[in-house]
């Protein structure tokens, strides 16, 4: 049992990264759709590159969209619209016309050749089929159906009568009138008609939908063995058509009961087989952040989290997937680690997405060409303008790539469709939100971006302005080496300013007894003289613990507190050991020697060097250029041969090129000239 426990500890690293595994593929492999691959690849307007193909099952063709979106239009342009008579409102135009004849008797005894008053005559005749109070937009000719309580009568449009034509009308029918009658009678007749029919938009429109319901969705049948295309032959029109229809039933046929588990068996290998490479990559290139759990939670947690947001949107309208804002995760990924290991996890990642996006070829084009200008243009994202323009790029991109893919599959830009444009600016909006989610993740997982590093860098901060009072000549000494280190970041590609930020909180720990190192001494009375050796060393190697200690309690990231543990490495305090050895003779070295580790970056080793050199640099008299060359070599060689460099990830020739940096930079501190013959 104890040996069963003492294994399961020793690998418990190994058995967190299995479980991260399968737990990634498991979440992949839920949000996949169930639906088989089709085999073949196709895109319309393009050569058909496959043997010929003939139908293996008769199915029958599904019309287009765009075909099934014209007979719609067809149906709602043909359709005849209904009208609703209401029949007592010619009784009651005829009572309130009486009325008012009541009211004038010279009107009365005007009748017409049937003894009948002119005014009921017209009125009778206005209402033959109806008075419209709206005017609507059918053509004249447009037939349509007057609804009189069970009966329809089929009448063309411009039999009904507009109520804003009414003066008009009733004056065109008295002029044709022989016997004319009084001049009040168009008055009286304006003021007694009103309109009785309306349109029944609640039956017209039930009678659309429901002719638009029963609309055919196929338009032929394939039947089994007949060739479905040749090859060679151009992928469009028609066969385009037939081949969607083949593919959608090959899908909705391939995932069944049957052969659940055997589609299940091969999504799984292919999920395990892209995650696999990606931790092949991290286990070969990116050790330190392999070893680091928290890390790789994070990366495949923005992968899954991609994919299902990818996923909903997809279920969601298929049409929409450009809306998702993929770029955010290299745009991310480079924000806390590199631009090599951001592109590789995007490209993996838009890889899952091709099983379930539509148009999949075109999809990881897109995206693919996206992340790379993502990666290529994104730079210094502490600086917000920066994210905007980046933005912008994107955005064209897209805009570019979607425009090129519809002119090959089209042939012309008639039919584009517009909204598409409007996706991808949404897409590049939505990609913005990549600041606020990039804080987020700083405090969820405990990393460091660049602009972290920004706020830290401000030596006006809380913790810097601590030290420039507390430990002025510490202070001094750590914006030079912060000078030093940065400059020889940027000459060999390193992350200069995490360097920077790493060299200006390197010494913190020397506020807590700052008189006992030399920067800090005002007065030639050295605090060591009375303390032992071994005192006095110990003093100089906790103000790396304690500067451990004062960076956690201020919250400091961890990235920066491997600057300050690493910063002396494995080294010796020199100066008190031999002193100490001069007094007593033999000396453990492990009491004079710093806790460690050596540096594991290339950034925590160059500020190793950029410390060591700037500090022993205000021992030297009289100094010369060739002396500070020579003092430069000496103290990095120093160090190499000590094996201080072995476990960071930085050649000799970078060696050779940050020591070229700092005998530059302490030559234009020390203001020394180029030393000519006498």
């Known amino acids: 049992m104890k040996n069963y426990f003492t294994s399961f500890t020793k690998n418990q690293s190994f058995i967190y990264k299995v479980l991260l595994f399968v737990l990634s593929t498991g979440l992949i492999m839920y949000l996949l759709p169930k639906g088989g691959q089709f085999?073949?690849?196709?895109?319309?307007?393009?050569?058909?590159?496959?043997e010929n193909l003939y139908a293996p099952f008769s199915f029958t063709i599904k019309k287009s969209d765009a075909s099934i979106e014209e007979e719609k239009k067809m149906i709602i342009e043909d359709n005849t619209p209904y009208f609703?008579?209401?029949?007592?409102?010619?009784?009651?135009?005829?009572?309130?016309?009486?009325?008012?004849?009541?009211?004038?008797?010279?009107?009365?005894g005007s009748v017409n050749a049937n003894n009948s008053l002119i005014g009921v005559s017209i009125i009778d005749e206005l209402y033959t089929y109806g008075i419209t109070n709206e005017k609507y937009s059918f053509?004249?000719?447009?037939?349509?159906?007057?609804?009189?309580?069970?009966?329809?009568?089929?009448?063309?449009?411009?039999?009904?009568?507009?109520?804003?034509?009414l003066n008009n009308i009733i004056s065109t029918m008295i002029d044709g009138i022989n016997e004319k009658p009084s001049p009040f009678l168009q008055e009286l007749l304006l003021n007694a008609v009103i309109s009785n029919v309306s349109l029944d938009s609640k039956l017209t429109e039930s009678i659309v939908l429901s002719r638009i319901e029963?609309?055919?969705?196929?338009?032929?049948?394939?039947?089994?063995?007949?060739?479905?295309?040749?090859?060679?032959?151009?992928?469009?029109?028609?066969k385009f058509q037939i081949l969607n229809s083949y593919k959608a039933v090959f899908q909705s046929q391939v995932w069944s009961k049957s052969n659940y588990n055997w589609l299940l068996l091969g999504y799984s290998l292919l999920i395990s087989l892209v995650f696999l490479m990606l931790f092949l990559f991290m286990k070969n290139y990116r050790k330190e952040i392999f070893k680091d759990n928290n890390k790789m939670t994070f990366i495949l947690f923005?992968?899954?989290?991609?994919?299902?947001?990818?996923?909903?949107?997809?279920?969601?309208?298929?049409?929409?997937?450009?809306?998702?804002?993929?770029c955010i995760l290299?745009?991310?990924?480079?924000?806390?680690?590199?631009?090599?290991?951001?592109?590789?996890?995007?490209?993996l990642t838009i890889l899952l997405l091709g099983f379930t996006v539509p148009s999949s070829f075109e999809f990881l084009f897109l995206q693919t060409i996206a992340g790379m200008v993502t990666i290529l243009t994104v730079s210094e994202l502490y600086k917000r303008a920066n994210l905007f323009i980046s933005v912008g790029q994107i955005t064209f991109v897209y805009i570019l790539g979607y425009f090129a893919f519809f002119i090959i599959q089209e042939g012309n830009v008639e039919l584009i469709q517009w909204d598409y444009f409007m996706y991808f600016i949404l897409c590049g909006l939505l990609t913005l939100f990549s600041f606020p989610l990039i804080y987020i993740y700083e405090k969820m997982f405990g990393l460091v971006s660049d602009v972290s590093l920004l706020e830290l860098s401000d030596t006006n901060s809380k913790l810097l302005k601590e030290l420039s009072n507390k430990a002025p000549g510490t202070f001094h000494h750590s914006l030079n080496v912060a000078n030093l280190a940065e400059a020889a970041a940027n000459e060999i590609g390193a992350n200069a300013m995490l360097t920077r930020v790493g060299a200006l909180y390197h010494d913190i720990g020397k506020m807590?007894?700052?008189?006992?190192?030399?920067?800090?001494?005002?007065s030639s009375v050295n605090s060591h003289d009375d303390l032992d050796p071994k005192e006095s060393a110990e003093i100089i190697i906790d103000h790396v613990i304690n500067g451990i200690e004062i960076a956690k309690k201020n919250n400091i990231p961890d990235r920066i507190i491997d600057f300050i543990r690493t910063h002396h490495g494995t080294s010796l305090v020199y100066y008190f050991y031999n002193k100490e050895s001069e007094k007593i003779g033999e000396v453990n070295k492990a009491d004079f020697s710093y806790p460690g580790p050596t540096p594991f970056s290339r950034e925590t080793a160059i500020l190793m060097m950029a410390d060591s050199v700037e500090a022993a640099s205000k021992s030297l008299k009289e100094p010369t250029s060739s002396k500070l060359d020579s003092f430069v070599e000496n103290i990095v060689d120093n160090q190499l041969n000590q094996g201080q460099f072995l476990n960071a990830n930085i050649t000799l020739k970078e060696i050779q090129k940050i020591k070229k940096v700092l005998k530059k930079k302490l030559n234009n501190m020390y203001h020394l000239r180029v030393e000519y013959p006498q």
């Open 512 to 522: 807590v007894q700052p008189t006992y190192f030399t920067e800090n001494q005002i």
């Open 139 to 165: 053509p004249p000719e447009k037939i349509i159906y007057l609804k009189k309580g069970n009966e329809l009568q089929e009448i063309a449009y411009n039999q009904l009568i507009y109520f804003g034509d």
């Open 84 to 108: 609703e008579v209401d029949i007592s409102k010619k009784a009651t135009s005829k009572s309130l016309f009486l009325s008012y004849l009541k009211k004038n008797d010279s009107i009365i």
């Open 330 to 347: 290299p745009l991310i990924l480079k924000a806390f680690f590199d631009a090599r290991l951001g592109l590789f996890v995007h490209v």
């Open 39 to 50: 085999k073949y690849n196709f895109q319309k307007g393009k050569p058909w590159q496959y």
């Open 302 to 326: 923005n992968v899954v989290l991609m994919i299902f947001v990818t996923s909903l949107v997809v279920k969601y309208d298929a049409k929409l997937v450009y809306i998702t804002p993929l």
């Open 214 to 238: 029963k609309i055919n969705p196929n338009r032929g049948v394939i039947d089994k063995g007949s060739r479905i295309i040749a090859k060679g032959e151009v992928v469009e029109g028609n």
